[in-house]
């Protein structure tokens, strides 16, 4: 298993400059990246034995990050229409 950041930058590098303007402009949007990058970090230092949890734990953290991403790319598909 990989143990690589999942940083929105990353997954959207096309739409980055869209990211910084939501983040300025629209509340929602800015809560859903801070809680992104925050969960992010925890599935990370959990994945890296920095943060060690169990695995139940560590799904449901994956989950989070992933309905995170998914709310945040509709948002960013919107926005580009």
Known sequence: MSHTPHELA???PDQADMMHEL???????ARLFDEYHDING??????????????L???????????????????????AA
């Not at 983040?23 to 949007?29: I, M, P, R, S, Y």
């Not at 925890?42 to 695995?55: G, K, L, M, Q």
């Not at 734990?57 to 309905?67: G, I, V």
Request: aromatic content about 4%; glycine content about 0%.
């Open 10 to 12: 990353e997954e959207f």
């Open 57 to 79: 734990h560590l799904n449901e953290m994956r989950k989070t990050r992933m309905h995170l991403k998914d709310e945040i790319a509709r948002i960013l598909r919107t926005a």
């Open 42 to 55: 925890a599935v990370h230092r959990a994945e890296t034995d920095i943060e060690p949890t169990d695995d």
């Open 23 to 29: 983040k300025a402009k629209d509340a929602h949007f």
